[in-house]
């Protein structure tokens, strides 16, 4: 399949897990691909992918904290003003930080905020003047089961990822007649940097986690389940999908 042979794609949190297969996924199906991450060390990792992929010459590779405006300002807006259109928004960036909730500083609280959903604000809004020129314009969020399903030890991430549903829904909304499309993905035990290190508080009651496993496969599933839907939505096959998120759990939460 080459559904993004004629398309621009901008991934964040492209330096790891979900994001590093979106863009393995993307390049594979002839996407020319804008890869974003805060981590140089995980952007090597995703070009020495592309180039024993045969791809490299259709990766761009940007360092960049997503919470920061000017950077995503200067260097997001730098690189798809110098590309002259954009597709496709991934915004895959986030962290996963745990505690007991009255244990949460304010310092804590803002962080998990600040990369998660107002860094998925800052993209957005850089790449959506572009995104509307293309009249085909795609913006998928990264939602999370823990937004709905009440997962302990999480209030922070899991309000940023309900701050994210509601935000991909409102500009869904926003921008329909300009042919945006905008939808969520709310994966859950996908095996990544994120979930290999939780970092659940030590004291914590493990019994509030005992519906948490998927009812299908082996345990955790490969990043790659959730690209191949991910590039499902972006493309042409997604196109009467907006508005809306898919949880892709493997049943966890049914
Ligand atoms: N793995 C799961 O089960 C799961 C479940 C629900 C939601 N998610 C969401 O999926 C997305 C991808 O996460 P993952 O599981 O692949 O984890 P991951 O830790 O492997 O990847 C996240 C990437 O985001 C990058 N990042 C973090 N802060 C950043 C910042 N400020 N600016 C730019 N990049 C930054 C990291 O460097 C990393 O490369 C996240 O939004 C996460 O919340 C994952």
Not at 39 to 55: C, F, H, N, P, Q
């Amino acid at each position: 399949m080459n559904r993004f042979e004629d398309r621009i794609i901008l991934v964040t949190g492209a330096g790891s897990g979900i994001g590093q297969a979106t863009v393995e996924r993307l390049l594979a199906e002839g996407g020319q691909v804008l890869a974003l991450d805060v981590s140089e060390a995980g952007l090597k990792v995703t070009e020495e992918r592309a180039r024993e992929a045969g791809a490299a010459d259709r990766l761009t590779l940007i360092t960049a904290d997503i919470s920061d405006e000017a950077a995503v300002q200067d260097k997001i807006g730098g690189t798809i003003a110098k590309a002259g259109r954009l597709d496709v928004l991934v915004n895959a960036a986030g962290i996963l930080r745990s505690e007991h909730t009255h244990k949460t500083s304010l310092e804590f609280w803002n962080r998990v905020l600040a990369i998660n959903l107002t860094g998925t604000f800052l993209v957005t809004r850089e790449c959506l003047p572009l995104l509307l020129a293309s009249g085909r314009g795609v913006v998928v969020n990264f939602s999370s089961t823990s937004a709905s399903f009440a997962h302990p030890y999480m209030a922070a991430y899991a309000a940023s990822k309900g701050g994210i549903q509601s935000f991909t829904h409102t500009i869904a909304s926003e921008y329909a007649k300009q042919g945006l499309r905008a939808v969520a993905v709310a994966p859950g035990s996908i095996a990544s940097g994120m979930t290999n290190t939780p970092g659940i508080p030590a004291d914590a009651d493990f019994s509030l986690f005992a519906k948490m496993s998927p009812a299908i496969g082996e345990g955790f599933a490969n990043p790659s389940s959730v690209a191949g839907v991910i590039a499902m939505l972006a493309s042409d096959d997604g196109a009467f999908v907006t508005g809306t998120e898919l949880r892709i759990d493997g049943g966890t939460h049914m």
